[in-house]
């Protein structure tokens, strides 16, 4: 069974770093692409990023809204996806989900999600 | 970034009906375009992927059609658990994702 367990929310002041974690099971997690995706209070879904496989040398690509401040990284070894957020804006609250994307990019598999909140 | 319009933003149905929603595309994604359902308080689920082809273990009742810039979600027979947001979203591997603003289903 494909399970995807985020962890790493909490509160974090503006201006600050926080590093969440999606722990990967039940398929090849080497071979898979990995997604995050927030989702704000009450509001829509926002795509973050996504981080390739090592056969597609580990690439990543980042919405508009995070790049240059969030970084997506991967340890294959731990089955685990990272998503390394620093310079935090109030705007960043959210719950951040990872997701697998299986077939044309559309994510089969989603984590429960992890609630971040950046506030002073 | 690709811009993608979902329309309606909300509406109300009964059981029974037929709804259509909407999602048009700011530019051609031919049919890199994937449908999920939101319920409160939980992950988004995939219905449909690549504009037409049925996720495994959802009810044929959805069904998709479109490409290029214009796609719709076709939900026949409304049942009272298919009250959630719907969301479509864009996957063209080159580029950044994006997802629509989400449609409002109430019954």
């Known amino acids: 069974e494909v399970q995807l367990v985020e962890s790493g929310g909490g509160l974090v002041q503006p201006g600050g770093s926080l590093k969440l974690s999606c722990a990967a099971s039940?398929?090849?997690?080497?071979?898979?692409?990995m997604h995050w995706v927030r989702q704000t209070s009450g509001k829509g879904l926002e795509w973050v990023g996504r981080?390739?496989?090592?056969?597609?040398?580990?690439?990543?690509k980042y919405a508009a809204s995070v790049n240059g401040r969030f970084t997506i990284s991967r340890d294959d070894s731990k089955n685990t996806a990272y998503l390394q957020m620093n310079s935090l804006k109030i705007e960043d609250t959210a719950i951040y989900y990872c997701?697998?994307?299986?077939?044309?990019?559309?994510?089969?598999?989603w984590g429960q999600g992890t609630l971040v909140t950046v506030s002073s | 970034d690709i811009q993608m319009t979902q329309s309606p933003s909300s509406l109300s149905a009964s059981v029974g009906d037929r709804v259509t929603i909407t999602c048009r595309s700011s530019?051609?994604?031919?049919?890199?375009l994937n449908w999920y359902q939101q319920k409160p308080g939980r992950a988004p689920k995939l219905l449909i992927f690549?504009?037409?082809n049925l996720q495994s273990g959802v009810t044929s009742r959805f069904s998709g059609r479109g490409s290029g810039t214009d796609f719709t979600l076709t939900i026949s027979s409304l049942q009272p658990e298919d009250s959630a947001t719907y969301y479509c979203?864009?996957?063209?591997?080159?580029?950044?994702?994006?997802f629509g603003q989400g449609t409002r289903l109430e019954i």
């Open positions: 997701c697998r994307p299986a077939k044309l990019g559309a994510c089969d598999y």
């Open positions: 039940g398929f090849t997690f080497s071979g898979s692409p």
């Open positions: 981080i390739r496989s090592g056969a597609n040398k580990y690439a990543t």
């Open positions: 530019q051609n994604i031919d049919y890199y």
């Open positions: 690549a504009a037409s």
């Open positions: 979203q864009q996957s063209v591997s080159t580029l950044v994702y994006t």
